[in-house]
């Protein structure tokens, strides 16, 4: 189940992260080394659950933007790997407490940790990683960096809060959404391209330019994500289409199809997302509605709005095979729909 998004822009057809990839692959075999040192525990249940989803298959995407943004003013040093895997931990953490919350069976093609070792066990190994991603932040000794990555843990809670507050309620303005998703998703890719100048000693208005940078990307990745539950496929997902239908959740593609729709089709959404009513025939009603109003279409023309911003954000920064890689996960970020 799903429906083709055309993509226009003349967008580069063969964007892709390997350029990232490949330049922080040396620093990134050390992140992947401290990620399974520090998510080891004496409690033989934390690196059970922990190394369930570490391994499960991610692109690793935030910090590795924490190991370019710091390479690219010169940094030398340990810290750009501590606040990396500090990052990628923090993520982590909110994945495991996001699945208990939306009650999600899969994540990444695999069983969700909930599923396998219950609720409780998820909530608590999520708040161990945090208390790891916290330590190795203190062990860099950069109250700036410290500072800008614990205002993204508060941020992200308070997203999870208002999600919550906003969930099944088709009342949920666009402002709201875009609210939602600069807490959940944006202000960790923010607060992982802002740490690497932070301690590289970078001027302020690179580092403004790199928070920028990502703030937008994360608002373009988001979208993209939240068009694809509509318009992908299972197998790319590594959940299944329709979840956000399902658990009631307000995206993009629900508001712009609910806002534009007639009073009849409005009802259906109030008792497919606020009644629960959300039955596979009623699914396949959605994607219906939602591609005659263009949401996916307009949803991904947003997306592309904000990866321009992101773009803009680095236009100024010196040139070079760091700064190409950074843009081109703004064009490989928005190609996933393709």
Do not use: C
């Amino acid at each position: 189940m799903g429906v083709v998004i055309p993509l226009e822009e003349g967008k580069n057809k063969s964007a892709s992260i390997k350029p990232l990839v490949d330049l922080t692959k040396a620093d990134m075999d050390r992140v992947n080394q401290l990620i399974l040192s520090k998510a080891g525990s004496d409690v033989q249940m934390i690196p059970e659950v922990a190394n369930h989803l570490i391994s499960s298959g991610g692109k690793r995407l935030r910090p590795m933007l924490t190991l370019a943004s710091a390479a690219m003013f010169g940094y030398q040093g340990e810290g750009h790997v501590k606040l990396a895997t500090s990052v990628e931990f923090m993520h982590t953490a909110t994945l495991l407490h996001d699945d208990v919350v939306d009650e999600s069976d899969l994540r990444r093609g695999k069983s969700t940790a909930r599923m396998i070792w219950g609720n409780q066990a998820s909530v608590l190994v999520g708040d161990f990683l945090l208390g790891q991603a916290f330590k190795m932040m203190v062990d860099v000794g950069s109250l700036e960096a410290l500072d800008v990555l614990a205002t993204a843990a508060a941020v992200i809670a308070e997203g999870e809060v208002l999600q919550l507050s906003v969930a099944k309620n088709m009342e949920t303005t666009e402002d709201d959404y875009l609210s939602v998703i600069r807490a959940k998703t944006a202000a960790l890719f923010a607060a992982a391209a802002e740490v690497g100048p932070i301690i590289a000693n970078a001027d302020k208005a690179s580092r403004s330019a790199l928070r920028s940078y990502g703030m937008n990307l994360g608002y373009a990745f988001q979208m993209v994500d939240d068009a694809l539950d509509y318009g992908g496929k299972a197998a790319d997902l590594g959940k299944n289409v329709g979840d956000d239908f399902r658990e009631g959740k307000i995206t993009l593609p629900v508001i712009l199809a609910f806002r534009r729709g007639t009073q009849e089709e409005q009802a259906f959404w109030r008792s497919s997302i606020e009644n629960g009513e959300s039955s596979d025939e009623n699914l396949e009603k959605a994607l219906g509605l939602i591609t005659r109003h263009d949401a996916l279409k307009d949803t991904i023309a947003r997306a592309l709005h904000y990866g321009k911003i992101a773009r803009d954000a680095l236009a100024p920064l010196p040139a070079g095979p760091l700064k190409d890689a950074m843009m081109e996960v703004i064009d490989f970020t928005i190609q996933r729909v393709n």
